[in-house]
């Protein structure tokens, strides 16, 4: 039937309306909407101006749709109908329900059916049976059209709400640009260039040196200070602490506190002031808030390019969320995202298509000049050895493993491009008069890296033997950053230098090397003295998001010796709580009497986990003991009786010959409870009594059969592991 008689019934339109309305804006506006006011810190721009060409095309395809299902015969329009509602709702429950756990999407391969194979097992079924359903049974399910719609519309509606009202107190997205038509201009009088390789942990250098020699010679006037020591376990506060001297400390919001910083105590201010050119170039532009009186190239206004690249990013990450696990892969397989490459290409900018850094080495070497006459200062931050790993040694696109061997190898190949970046000076006839500052903002602790102690003493210190806490593995790694610079005028081979070093002390290095008046905060790394007495603070705390108004409870410690050396790290038990602590308040997962719940997942028993653990494994389900000694935390659900049974899924790390079983010693509320010896995967029960109105009940495992692969010359691998978790049941007693 054409356009007329039933046509135009009331009910009719109204659920073609209700059903294209929920097909099309459900990928193209609902979700971008939600991940955009949950992350508009990360976006260049407001969310009306990134979704304008979205929801004009939006606009299009759903009248298309409108039309063709108006012109529809009955026979045909039923089924049409039906089978758009089906793909409609599908898209609602796929990206708002069966999200599934892959981590940061960082470029790594999304293993669907390894990550969650639960999920995907149930999604294969799924989608085929709701298509066949809407087929068969068309007639019934076109007719309920128009109310399943509007209420996914309104269940949208309602959480795009809640979203833009928690937005409000988040970071805002950035108004600004930077201008890189002076990115690679240098100074043919004196230059200072800050060079940020994240994550790139001291000792890891040491290695590296060691079975690359000749690097030694090749970074020309260095010296390397390896008894260095972070600030901070992540990047947000650590960028501040770089530039300014000055550390967080989570009595404000970390955004007010890095606005007011940089204000009173950058360096890059100072610069301005002795009439230098400063040109940054960050990561994460949240990092350094946009003012003229921070840098030269902050331009008030956001980019075509810039804009088109937010709106690419926010269309594949919903677009991401709506496909099924079993195609998500193919939208990020070669660790690009896609519509963030094309829009801008399509809009006729120039888009590269190699890896990031990649992409800047290629630029360093072809454009660096000496074109200007003032003074310069370069910030530049790079993200390796950071995950991905996709570079090796020879600077070549590879998917390297997860975990140390994968972060080594991309160790190598920044170490090879800071080389390259060295040799593109020397040929421009600038090395001579520039300081080169090479940090990282971190260690790389979450690569299970470990530390190297390369038969270091304590610094000239003695060991705190009355500390009552000592890094975990984790911890100690993440504190550890590459500490390089190379003064003006020095050349030579690689230097060694053992004088305890901080990060905060990167401000003041850049105020000497530009023969500015001493920075008021930290100081020169070439005043400090080998062997002196210096006690350094470091903060650990895992990363959160960057939307968090505040970081995490921030885990103080003290180092007075050596940084490689865990003796000379000490905790000082003080916890620097987050001011506006009830963002990180969240309902506590329970397990009620009779159930069972996994340690690796979406709703998973994760936050349970205190001390000794180490990063989950997906792939196995399972996480890794990484110290003699672990703690769990149960919330008591109010099910439980005065007594229980709990029951551990529970692996060890056994090798025949040599460790065939691990000893446990279970303790409840610092008590022992339980001895096990534990050979392979098990079940091993725990008998529970609680106190009438106990909340949580503190479980600690010692292990003193816990041994480190890498002890075994097994693998590389340096965390002492003695049990594994997968999961946990609670039940009567017999």
């Not at 390259?420 to 020397?426: G, P, T």
């Not at 008046?517 to 470091?538: K, L, N």
């Not at 997906?618 to 709990?646: C, N, Q, T, Y």
Request: glycine residues 8%.
């Amino acid at each position: 039937m054409g356009i007329g008689g039933n046509a135009f019934h009331g009910t009719r339109w109204a659920g073609i309306i209700a059903t294209a309305a929920l097909f099309v804006l459900t990928p193209l506006f609902f979700l971008p909407a939600q991940v955009y006011y949950l992350n508009a810190s990360e976006f260049a721009g407001t969310f009306l101006e990134l979704e304008a060409p979205v929801l004009i095309t939006s606009t299009i395809l759903g009248a298309l749709l409108v039309f063709f299902l108006g012109i529809s015969r009955d026979d045909r329009y039923t089924r049409r109908l039906s089978l758009l509602l089906a793909v409609g709702f599908l898209f609602w429950l796929q990206g708002n329900v069966l999200l599934g756990d892959h981590g940061v999407l960082d470029g790594r391969p999304i293993r669907w059916w390894q990550d969650n194979p639960g999920l995907a097992f149930f999604e294969v079924l799924l989608w085929p049976a709701v298509m066949i359903a809407a087929w068969r049974w068309h007639d019934a399910i076109a007719s309920k059209a128009f109310v399943v719609a509007i209420v996914l519309l309104a269940v949208q509606s309602v959480a795009l709400v809640i979203a833009v009202q928690r937005s409000s107190e988040s970071p805002q997205a950035p108004r600004f640009s930077l201008d890189e038509s002076h990115k690679y201009a240098f100074s043919t009088n004196r230059n200072v260039v800050l060079v940020v390789l994240d994550g790139f942990q001291s000792d890891v250098f040491a290695e590296v040196l060691e079975g690359n020699p000749a690097y030694a010679d090749s970074l020309d006037g260095f010296v390397y200070y390896r008894n260095a020591l972070a600030g901070f376990s992540k990047t947000y506060p650590s960028i501040p602490l770089l530039l300014t001297g000055v550390p967080y400390r989570n009595e404000k919001p970390i955004g007010e506190f890095t606005r007011e910083v940089y204000r009173e105590s950058a360096v890059t201010r100072s610069l301005l002031e002795a009439d230098w050119r400063v040109d940054v170039f960050p990561l994460a532009r949240i990092t350094i808030p946009p003012s003229p009186d921070v840098a030269s190239n902050f331009v008030d206004d956001v980019f075509g390019h810039e804009r088109l690249r937010s709106t690419g990013e926010l269309l594949d990450i919903a677009l991401l969320r709506v496909l099924p696990h079993f195609l998500k892969e193919t939208w990020v397989r070669d660790g690009r995202w896609r519509l963030r490459r094309y829009l801008p290409k399509w809009a006729g900018y120039r888009v590269h298509e190699t890896h990031a850094e990649l992409q800047f080495l290629e630029e360093f070497e072809t454009r660096a000049t000496a074109s200007l006459t003032e003074p310069a200062f370069k910030f530049y931050h790079l993200n390796i050895p950071h995950a991905p790993f996709m570079l090796n040694r020879q600077l070549q696109l590879e998917n390297l493993p997860d975990g140390r061997p994968g972060y080594v190898e991309q160790s190598v190949a920044a170490v090879e491009l800071l080389t390259r970046l060295v040799d593109a000076l020397k040929r421009e006839g600038l090395y001579e008069n520039t300081q080169l500052i090479v940090v990282a903002d971190h260690g790389g602790g979450e690569y299970w890296t470990g530390v190297s102690a390369f038969d270091m003493d304590n610094g000239g210190q003695a060991p705190q033997d009355s500390c009552a806490a000592r890094p975990t593995g984790f911890e100690h790694a993440s504190g550890l950053p590459l500490f390089l610079v190379k003064p003006i005028g020095n050349s030579g081979p690689l230097q060694v230098s053992d004088a305890p070093v901080h990060l905060g002390d990167v401000a003041a290095t850049i105020a000497a090397g530009a023969a500015l008046p001493p920075h008021s905060e930290g100081r020169a790394v070439s005043d400090v003295a080998t062997g002196e007495p210096r006690q350094r603070h470091y903060y650990f705390y895992e990363f959160a998001g960057w939307e968090k108004s505040y970081l995490p409870a921030l885990k103080e410690f003290v180092v007075d010796g050596h940084s490689w050396q865990a003796s000379a790290w000490c905790a000082t038990g003080r916890q620097l709580e987050p001011a506006g602590a009830a963002e990180y308040e969240e309902p506590p997962v329970t397990l009620p009497l009779g159930l069972s719940i996994r340690f690796v997942g979406e709703y998973s028993a994760h936050g349970w986990l205190k001390e000794g653990w180490s990063i989950p494994e997906p792939d196995a389900g399972r996480i890794w003991s990484k110290a003699s000694r672990a703690v769990l935390e149960i919330p008591v659900h109010p099910s439980w009786p005065e007594e229980v049974i709990l029951e551990f899924d529970i692996d060890a790390f056994t090798v025949p010959g040599k460790l065939p079983a691990q000893r446990v010693i279970v303790s409840v509320d610092n008590r022992v409870s339980a001895e096990w010896k534990v050979g392979g995967r098990a079940l091993q029960q725990l008998r529970l009594s609680r106190s009438q109105g106990r909340e949580v009940v503190r479980i600690e495992f010692a292990l003193p059969d816990a041994t480190s692969p890498a002890s075994l010359l097994l693998s590389q691998d340096v965390r002492r592991l003695g049990i594994a978790l997968h999961g946990l049941s609670v039940r009567l007693p017999d």
